[in-house]
């Protein structure tokens, strides 16, 4: 958190950058202390804004650039200049010619309704009706969005500056940035050749020249500038039947935005004309460095961010557009030219502050459809430390170190423009490049036959071939049943018999891909009393599940803390930006209390896991020589509890919890140990039946269990009450830590919303996430986590619904357009008083997973 009278110097002059501006003075930030660089001139830039097409489409699989677009929408509405505005809202079109893109097309509905978009699907006459340039031989049905439209991004941009400047902001035109002036860890300054211009805060807006500003500060900006083309087509004598002077808020167009994703395709009127962008072609990648100085002249034949046209490249769409618009034929191309866009590694922007430089901040890669929602998120960020949407999914900081090789940004960024209108499934991993990290279990894996999906560069078994012969001996009311195509999608029925080795013998699970990190120092332990919602102040063994909040009490992670001594902690965390979190926070406290010095650092790599989980696994132990297997009793080791044990040998730090649901332990070794240890374990469990369990069982059994999701069931959009964790929030704990402040003002308050537990009515049908949940014939919530529940043969889904629809109540979930009925039950549908936690016969109890508000 900032406060609004320190200098801001804001890179770029583009949509983002004057929408930061403009978001900034509205939150109350002295406009004397705002200065805007732009190394071309004001009037037209020279980057993507200058060149961009304008089609905003607001619909997406992820909600928050769904609420970026949304946003983006209402502000360029506003955004007006004598009489004219830079929004026409003609509605969007999305067709499909392709039985596969019909159903994604409902698939996107679902979006849609989830997200609170207005949205429906059409006919094949209805499409016709709307846009009747459509070949209706072609046409099978579409998605129209009637608040969609055509944006002026260029229009917007200049009466941003316009106002802003009026109200104070400086701009700088024609001034390139050649430094970034830093000092003890934070930014302090931004060099314009032989001038320093001072600040507190550096927000780069450079669009595709990211990386060379990013370059400057020493931050890697995993970003690649790729060429898109765009053509415009001479006079089209269907069109010309209009009075083409006559603009609907200042934009010559009256159908609305179209796009035929089948083949990579997108349509505006320009008047008379088409503007048709096209995503088909071969990626083309651009060093932004290499585009040499901006000339002081731009116009929009001229600029940067405007390459010459390949034809040949664009000769398959204008063929495929002919088709889909017979009004085509008989009409030439007229321009084109190939326009610089910014793309990343997972197809999201990258927003927020360097993981290694204080003050730094980006907001790079954002599109026009989302540029003003972007630039409130940041204002919102630099002003009171936190954004209204959840950014978690746009951080800057979310990218493994290996995903910031610029090999691996070229690629995947490449990739990301290939399949940009794809029909994607939300499992499908990449094809390349793969193997980049593996656990020391890599080789054993694949000897049972593992199929792999990746998650950060990191290979995850989700089931093993060799467990299939199980699936013909499982119980009857454990088999799997017959699922739809889309959900059957990267699944195997092995998945059934894994989990029900799992509740009724034992099964070993690669926990190595799980992010851990040591907090060590003097300060260690203030730090994480400062930052968690739980007394960590405890005597070194002991395991705390807790919360990491914002200061508006948003929960920003959830994570284990291990005590190890007086010193020393060992943090199971969530993802890459944890690490930065923790690592700022420590340098803070580090920098105003030396005598509290931190330091955090990253173990995953060295080390290596395996989750041994399962009524039998004390029995595995016991089979185990060179293991004192007294040492892991119940009695020895209770629940959430930690300590070093000698396995098989083998030194390990052995954690008495588990993410299944039955009792056992997370064995942890460095990573040299690691085949020795998967050996030990195998060997002795054979006879006990123990299998190798993968990630998809896993998930089902963790479900079953009621173990939230970050990033999924759990965002900065919720507070531990209605996300059912109030337990993790230690009320006793005295002394201030983030977020108190706002979770006790909202003690006691009726809750609005609730993450609720549902299960599936008929048994069998599945969901997959962000499907939207009805009551009473309208739309209430969303679903966030899902999984067939093996233990129980039926679904079991988690979903955000009104507080007031409580267990009992019945609810409707649109899968595919169709409505699957289901119920609100009481969670957790598995070992509710935690029994399996504890053992056989054992008289340890555990509190459920279930918080009593």
């Known amino acids: 958190m900032t406060s609004p009278s320190q200098r801001v110097v804001i890179i770029g002059a583009g949509i983002v950058g004057t929408n930061l501006a403009d978001e900034l003075l509205s939150l109350g930030w002295n406009a004397s202390s705002i200065t805007v660089?732009?190394?071309?001139?004001?009037?037209?830039p020279g980057g993507s804004t200058s060149h961009a097409p304008g089609l905003v489409f607001q619909t997406s699989p992820s909600k928050a650039m769904t609420r970026f677009a949304q946003y983006t929408v209402q502000k360029l509405l506003s955004i007006k200049q004598d009489g004219e505005g830079c929004f026409n809202q003609l509605g969007g079109l999305e067709v499909a010619t392709t039985p596969e893109r019909v159903q994604e097309l409902k698939r996107r509905h679902g979006y849609a309704t989830a997200w609170g978009v207005e949205a429906r699907l059409v006919s094949r006459e209805e499409c016709l009706e709307m846009y009747p340039h459509l070949n209706k031989d072609m046409v099978l049905g579409g998605l129209h969005i009637p608040s969609d439209g055509l944006a002026l991004a260029a229009r917007a941009t200049q009466i941003l500056i316009e106002t802003t400047r009026a109200q104070g902001v400086?701009?700088?035109?024609?001034?390139?940035?050649?430094?970034?002036?830093?000092?003890?860890?934070?930014?302090?300054g931004v060099r314009t050749g032989s001038t320093t211009i001072p600040a507190d805060i550096v927000v780069s807006c450079a669009g595709f020249w990211g990386v060379e500003v990013g370059a400057m500060a020493g931050v890697s900006i995993p970003l690649l500038p790729l060429a898109h083309q765009y053509a415009k087509t001479g006079p089209v004598a269907a069109l010309s039947n209009r009075d083409v002077n006559?603009?609907?808020?200042g934009l010559n167009a009256t159908l609305p935005i179209l796009r035929h994703q089948d083949q990579d395709l997108y349509?505006?009127?320009h008047g008379d004309r088409y503007g048709i962008g096209y995503y088909g072609h071969r990626p083309m990648p651009v060093v932004a460095g290499e585009l040499g100085p901006t000339a002081a002249h731009v116009d929009e034949k001229n600029m940067p961010s405007r390459l010459e046209f390949t034809d040949e490249d664009f000769a398959p769409a204008w063929e495929e557009s002919k088709k889909l618009l017979p009004a085509l034929q008989g009409t030439e191309l007229d321009d084109g030219f190939n326009g610089i866009f910014s793309f990343t590694p997972d197809g999201g922007p990258l927003i927020g502050q360097a993981p290694n430089l204080d003050g730094f901040y980006v907001a790079e890669a954002v599109w026009v459809t989302h540029s003003a929602g972007v630039a409130k998120a940041v204002a919102e960020i630099l002003t009171r430390g936190w954004a209204s949407i959840d950014v978690a999914e746009c951080e800057l900081s979310r990218f493994e170190e290996v995903q910031l090789n610029r090999d691996y940004v070229s690629e995947t960024s490449q990739q990301n423009f290939v399949e940009i209108y794809d029909i994607l499934?939300?499992?499908?991993?990449k094809e390349s490049p793969r193997n980049l990290r593996t656990s020391p279990f890599y080789e054993q894996q694949v000897h049972l036959g593992a199929v792999?999906?990746?998650?950060?560069?990191?290979?995850?078994?989700?089931?093993?071939?060799?467990?299939?012969?199980?699936?013909?001996?499982?119980?009857?009311?454990?088999?799997?049943?017959?699922?739809?195509?889309?959900?059957?999608?990267?699944?195997?029925?092995?998945?059934?018999?894994?989990?029900?080795?799992?509740?009724?013998?034992?099964?070993?699970?690669?926990?190595?891909?799980?992010?851990?990190?040591?907090?060590?120092?003097?300060?260690?332990?203030?730090?994480?009393?400062?930052?968690?919602?739980?007394?960590?102040?405890?005597?070194?063994g002991k395991i705390i599940y807790t919360l990491l909040l914002n200061t508006n009490a948003g929960i920003r992670s959830d994570i284990f803390v291990t005590r190890l001594n007086a010193t020393t902690y060992q943090i199971g965390a969530n993802s890459a930006t944890d690490l930065a979190y923790l690592r700022r926070e420590a340098r803070s406290q580090s920098t105003k209390s030396p005598n509290t010095w931190t330091q955090v650092y990253e173990i995953t790599g060295n080390t290596c896991a395996i989750g041994l989980w399962g009524p039998r696994a004390l029995d595995v132990i016991n089979n185990l020589p060179g293991t004192a297997a007294a040492d892991l009793s119940p009695q020895s080791l209770p629940y959430m509890h930690a300590k070093p044990v000698t396995i098989a040998s083998i030194p390990t730090l052995v954690f008495r919890k588990s993410y299944v649901g039955e009792f056992g332990w997370e064995i942890q070794t460095t990573a040299e140990y690691g085949r020795r240890l998967w050996d030990a374990l195998w060997t002795a469990g054979k006879i006990h039946g123990l299998v190798a369990g993968g990630r998809a069982a896993f998930n089902a059994l963790r479900v079953e269990k009621g173990y939230r999701t970050y990033g999924s069931d759990l965002t900065t959009e919720h507070d531990p009450y209605e996300s059912g964790l109030a337990f993790a929030v230690d009320g006793a704990k005295t002394g201030?830590?983030?977020g108190r402040a706002a979770l006790y003002r909202r003690q006691g308050e009726p809750l609005g919303r609730r993450l609720r537990c549902l299960t599936v009515d008929d048994g069998r049908s599945m969901v997959m996430g962000k499907e939207p949940v009805y009551s009473g014939g309208r739309a209430v919530g969303y679903v966030t986590t899902a999984a067939f529940g093996f233990s129980i043969r039926k679904p079991v889904v988690y979903a955000w619904l009104p507080a007031s629809l409580g267990e009992g109540a019945g609810v409707e979930i649109?899968?595919?357009?169709?409505?699957?009925?289901?119920s609100v039950v009481a969670e957790p549908v598995y070992d509710a008083d935690g029994r399996k936690l504890t053992g056989e016969g054992n008289v340890e109890r555990i509190k459920p997973i279930r918080a009593v508000l």
């Open 736 to 738: 201030e830590f983030v």
């Open 37 to 44: 660089i732009e190394q071309g001139p004001l009037s037209l």
């Open 267 to 269: 349509y505006r009127e």
């Open 814 to 822: 649109e899968y595919f357009g169709k409505r699957i009925k289901a």
């Open 425 to 429: 499934h939300p499992l499908q991993p």
């Open 452 to 540: 792999f999906l990746e998650l950060g560069g990191f290979e995850r078994p989700f089931w093993y071939e060799a467990n299939r012969d199980l699936v013909r001996s499982l119980p009857a009311h454990w088999r799997p049943v017959d699922r739809d195509p889309w959900s059957s999608q990267f699944y195997s029925p092995i998945s059934a018999a894994e989990a029900w080795k799992t509740r009724n013998a034992v099964a070993m699970y690669d926990m190595s891909s799980f992010h851990r990190f040591i907090v060590s120092g003097p300060g260690a332990a203030s730090l994480l009393q400062h930052l968690t919602t739980s007394n960590v102040n405890t005597k070194p």
């Open 246 to 249: 006559k603009k609907i808020n």
């Open 170 to 188: 400086r701009y700088l035109a024609h001034t390139a940035v050649t430094g970034i002036e830093q000092d003890g860890g934070r930014v302090t």
